[in-house]
């Protein structure tokens, strides 16, 4: 197995912070699994030690009634090492 490693210089660094929180949202057909795949996401944040707060967005119906569009479902979690009060307003990231 090869590995590579690159040493950060100060400029580079100073070009790329790291942000202090970060929002993503899970989106999907009802029956997708979003709130699945949030809540194991949400599971490993919190095992890592970072502060977070979710927002689960699950459809009208469950199932859509026949013939009929599915309904959306999505999970929202902002997670960083700052101390989080939201769910947040934006994301950073969404999934699909």
Known sequence: MATAAHQLTPEEASANPVPEAIV???AGDSGDGMQ????QFTLSTALA???LATFPDF???IRAPQGTLFGVSAFQINFGSARIDTAG???SSTTS
Request: glycine share 24%.
């Open 24 to 26: 993503v949202r899970f």
């Open 36 to 39: 699945l795949t949030g809540g």
């Open 49 to 51: 030690g970072n502060d």
């Open 59 to 61: 459809p009208a119906e």
């Open 89 to 91: 307003t934006g994301f």
